[in-house]
Structures are given as C-alpha cells and as structure tokens.
C-alpha cells in the first residue's frame, strides 16, 4: 500500500514537472509542491497524528499540483489538486475558484478556498513554506472548517514602508469532518470572517474573526434528546444541541529579520454544539537564520473544555429514568478533550531554492484524563511521548 503511494506521488511529480515547459508560451500556470515526511513517537502506548513507535511515512508525505488559467487580463481560474499518503484523509481538488482583480487594491475570488484561520493556512500544505516539519497541532490540527464555498473579497493598500489589507469572506461548508473522534458531514451556513493584516518593516500583525451557523446532523444524539424532552428534561435535552453558532477570534504577530524571528499564533473557539469544545490555544517560535541553516525552537499549548452537564434527572426513581441519566452521562464522557503542552526543537537545511531537508523533535505532554490529540491504546498509560520527525521538501 505504501509503494502504491508513493507511485501515485511520483507520478503526479513526474507530470507537474514536464507540464511547465509545455506551457512555457500560454496563459496557463504550472506550480505544485510535495513532501515526504518520516517519524516515530517513543511510546508504544500511544499514537499521536498517525505516529507510532515504528518509522512511518504515511501521514503527513503529499504532493500537489497547481494550475492558474489566466482566461482574460484581470481573470484567473485557479485549482489545486492534492494527493496524501494517508488513506485517512481525503486526496482531490483541495481548492477551485475564480479571482478577479479589479485594480491594484481589489480583488474578488469565487469558490471552493482555503479558509484564512491561520497566519499559515494559505500554506499549510506546502511543508516549503515555514520552517517546521508540522506546525503545531494544538493550532493546524484540523478542528476548524479547512475550506469553504463562497466569495472573497480583499482590500490592499501601502506605501514602500507600510502595507495594509483587509480581508472578507462568506460562504458554506459541507464536506465530511472529524470532530471529537467523530466523523461527520455538517451542514454550516453564514460561515463568514473578516482579517485585518498589517506589516510594517520586518514586523507584521494579523486578526480576524470568523463565525458560523452549524448543523451536525447526528441522529443518534438529537434521538436521545428528542426522549428527554419527551420525559420533562427540558433543560438536559436543550444541553445536547447540535445546531448553533461557531465563533473564531484569532491574532497572530511576527519579527521577521536577515538574522532571526520571532512570531506567535493565538486562537479562542467558542461554540454552542456540544461537541465542539470551548478551546484556547497559542504558540510562540524563535529561530535564528544562519544560511543555508535554519534553527528554531516552539513552545505551543492548548485547553479544551466543555459544559457541565446539567444535574435534572433524579437518580433511583425508576430503572427507566436511571437509564435514560446514563446514557445522558455517557455522552458527555465520549468527549474527547485536547489539552496539550508541547514543546519543539529543529533544524532546516535548504539545499537550494527549491528543495529543504528538515528534522524536528517535541516533547508532548497532556493530561492523564483527557486524550490530548492521542489515539490511546492503554487508557490508564500517560499523556507524555517524543516526537521524532524528518522532511525533504520542494516547490516548483
């Protein structure tokens, strides 16, 4: 299985790098990028982003082509089509939109696009572009919505010293997601957000906030509430709701200079469904630029928490309403929390300008009743595991 894949990413490398020199004389633009990603985790117990305690490359190693039609002066269609090593994860067109640039300050895009969450969601594929082997998880770890349907407008303005964007957009979401180790397919509505990005010199600074009006569609727990109510709970029943608003603030800051940097994310998700967690999270990085080495370090955290479940039903009336309290109870104990500290050493060597070989190594630590972004093999083993990992990266 895993040679089959690394077929197919050949393949599709082997034809992205044929196909520029075909389209040297017309309006059609070639680009893509790729990554093979090896790593283990030093705890047998545990399993941590498809990790174990054995070398493995199925996870996170891609490859991607691009291509950007220019069908008229101010027009381009462009689509990305990506293809992962992980039979997990979904491989096909990742974007398709259209982009107008009305001047040099406007430009409206129209389609399926990479939601702006994150000071790196633009690229968060494209392993060339940042210095680690994986950002963090407690931040890129795929709870938010990664694309959107819609419309996006953006404003940019400047001088030589100073430049200016805002950014807006509206759409929906309803492809399948995974969700507190559930996988299913919601139906999100008004999913809007507005980004202000400013960059001054060397430093540069972002905020948004996005929101979002979601249905999960499980049966299962909208059938139980459907009997609580029936019974009087009203209260209980309400708690388990599966439509409501998502809220996003975000802020990011960063120093980018010839010699080093430092940059920082910060996100609060605060949500109405039940199984979307309040959660906080944030990292800083520091490194320092000694070419063609890159030497970084990242300190990253996150918090996740859920609402008390609500004390209605009396316990030892009847068999049938204790059994209607366990199975409420139950629910709540299904939540997966991740909490998770976590902290990260690493190296990236550029080999030129289109290729880097990086290596990274974190310490993780979560806490001992939660599963803290662990698939857990042995429940009473702990929350605690090194992470090894290592990259070849390129872009073309």
């Not at 399926?112 to 963090?136: E, I």
């Not at 998880?137 to 100073?162: A, E, M, S």
Request: charge should be negative; proline fraction near 4%; include cysteine.
């Amino acid at each position: 299985m895993l040679l089959n894949r690394y077929k197919l990413h050949l393949t599709l490398c082997c034809l992205c790098l044929t196909l520029p020199l075909q389209a040297a004389e017309s309006p059609i633009e070639v680009s893509g990028f790729g990554r093979i990603v090896g790593g283990f985790l030093d705890n047998p117990e545990l399993s941590y982003q498809g990790y174990q305690d054995e070398l493995s490359f199925d996870s996170q190693s891609l490859a991607a082509l691009q291509i950007d039609w220019h069908a008229m002066p101010k027009v381009t269609v462009t689509t990305q089509l990506l293809a992962h090593s992980d039979s997990n994860r979904n491989s096909g067109i990742e974007w398709l939109y259209l982009t107008y640039d009305v001047n040099e300050q406007w430009q409206i895009r129209v389609g399926k696009q990479r939601t702006p969450f994150f000071r790196y969601s633009d690229v968060q594929n494209v392993g060339f572009a940042y210095h680690w082997v994986t950002p963090p998880q407690q931040l890129y770890n795929g709870v938010l919505f990664p694309t959107y349907d819609g419309l996006n407008i953006k404003y940019r303005i400047g001088t030589q010293d100073i430049q200016f964007s805002l950014e807006g957009y509206f759409g929906e979401y309803n492809d399948e997601y995974e969700i507190a180790n559930l996988t299913i397919q919601p139906e999100i509505k008004n999913f809007a957000g507005l980004i202000g990005h400013v960059k001054w010199d060397y430093l540069s600074a972002q905020i948004g906030f996005h929101r979002g009006d979601i249905n999960l569609f499980m049966d299962e727990l909208n059938g139980l509430a459907a009997i609580l109510q029936q019974a009087g709970y009203q209260d209980t029943a309400d708690s388990l709701s599966t439509k409501g608003r998502v809220e996003v603030l975000f802020a990011s800051l960063a120093y980018h200079n010839m010699d080093y940097f430092v940059e920082a994310e910060i996100i609060k998700l605060l949500s109405e469904p039940l199984v979307f967690p309040t959660l906080s999270s944030a990292y800083i990085s520091a490194g320092l630029y000694l070419p063609p080495f890159t030497l970084h370090s990242t300190v990253a955290t996150s918090h996740a928490s859920y609402p008390q479940p609500v004390n209605e039903i009396p316990m030892g009336l009847a068999p049938q309403v204790d059994q209607l309290a366990m199975a409420y109870r139950q629910v709540y104990a299904a939540l997966e929390k991740d909490s998770l500290g976590s902290f990260a050493v690493g190296v990236r060597y550029d080999l030129s300008e289109n290729f880097a070989l990086k290596a990274d190594i974190t310490r993780l630590r979560g806490r001992r009743d939660e599963r803290s972004f662990f698939d857990i093999t042995h429940h009473e083993s702990g929350r605690a595991a090194t992470l090894y990992q290592f990259s070849l990266e390129w872009v073309f």
